[in-house]
């Protein structure tokens, strides 16, 4: 049963409230049958408007998430010739736990509060997340980002192929299209006949590096999608999740000895950007994985492709090739058939 056609629990949970309470006021006024079918009537129509919503909403804050991703790569790239990526993943995490916790603590100290299993699916998710981002921004060192991007955007083959052994999530054939269609569009945005014309040390390292990256960014979609599935709130996951981070790159930062401080306040200021748009894209996509499958958020997702070859073009002044063009449509219309589907189902 793919996500698209499920409700929020809140959503299915109120609706069922209100027409047990119709249902007995009906029985007591008149018991008959026209009442009951229209109630059911009723129910039905309310069911179909907020799938409607709630699947165009979640498909919405992905995008959103998406756009918060590209930015994050090239703030990122901008910063790597100053600071570390050690340092810049330690900060990043340190502002997204400063960002939480204002909305834990309107929310009540009880929000701090997760059973020891889900503490052990947080400080995992976490910890790939670490290792993901120290990966993704030391490639960043020896590749553009557009291709780093298209590289680890490879993301939705692999979630799918890890959902399906260890969550069973099932895919549709327009899921397993989407599925080579991105990958196909990816391969075409790395460009192999220019990866392969550079030096072989820097292609190889940069490689392994993004794919190393992507292999365990896949695995950190998985535990966030577990964290969904129990319901924890999006703030407190991201919460733990940024403070683990923080410590693992804190630490190897000292170990090191990585540490340093830049020297201008703009660039601060583009580094504590970073952080917040991290911390909200986390949100977003933690919110998205309550209702939705690790594969459509990560195949969603990979939207962030196109946005961040256009980005890279406004902002870096880098123009994208046409293998750039090219593999962009295709990643778009992968999107698209996935957003398709969750509004058809």
């Known amino acids: 049963m793919t996500t698209g056609s499920r409700l929020c629990i809140m959503d299915q949970e109120y609706l069922k409230k209100e027409q047990e309470s119709l249902l007995s006021n009906s ?36 995008v959103i998430a998406a756009v918060l991703n590209a930015l994050r790569g090239i703030m990122s790239k901008v910063l790597l010739d100053d600071i570390h990526p050690l340092e810049m993943a330690c900060i990043e995490r340190t502002v ?35 290792v993901s981002s120290i990966l993704l921004l030391i490639s960043y060192q020896t590749l553009e980002v557009g291709y780093v991007t298209a590289i680890i955007s490879t993301r939705p083959v692999f979630v799918a192929i890890f959902g399906a052994l ?3 999530e099932q895919l ?18 790395a460009n192999p006949v220019d990866l392969f014309t550079r030096p072989q040390d820097t292609l190889i390292e940069g490689i392994l590096l993004a794919i190393s990256s992507t292999l365990f960014a896949a695995s950190n979609s998985l535990a966030k999608r577990l964290i969904g599935v129990q319901k924890i709130d999006p703030q407190t996951a991201v919460f733990y999740n940024a403070f683990t981070s923080a410590m693992i790159s804190g630490v190897s930062c000292t170990i090191f000895g990585n540490w340093s401080i ?27 994985l309550w209702t939705e499958s690790a594969f459509h958020v990560t195949a969603v997702g990979a939207i962030k492709i196109p946005i961040a070859f256009l980005l890279q073009f406004l902002i870096l002044s880098v ?20 957003a398709y589907q969750s509004e058809t189902e």
């Open 319 to 338: 123009m994208p090739d046409i293998y750039g063009i090219v593999g962009s449509v295709l990643v778009i219309l992968s999107v698209v058939g996935i």
């Open 262 to 288: 830049l020297d201008s306040w703009f660039k601060r200021a583009i580094l504590i950007s970073e952080g917040i748009a991290s911390y909200l894209a986390n949100v977003c996509i933690f919110w998205a």
């Open 172 to 189: 549709s054939r327009l899921d397993v299209a989407s599925v080579f269609l991105t990958f196909t569009g990816l391969i075409i945005l």
């Open 96 to 130: 997204m736990c400063l960002c939480s916790i204002p909305f834990l603590l309107w929310k009540g100290l009880s929000s701090f509060k997760v059973s020891w299993s889900q503490c052990g699916l947080i400080v995992s998710s976490g910890t790939t997340h670490a």
């Open 27 to 62: 029985e007591l006024d008149t018991g008959t049958d026209k009442k009951h079918l229209c109630i059911s009537k009723l129910y039905a129509a309310s069911k179909l408007v907020l799938h409607e919503m709630n699947s165009r909403k979640t498909l919405g804050v992905i």
């Open 166 to 168: 260890f969550l069973r």
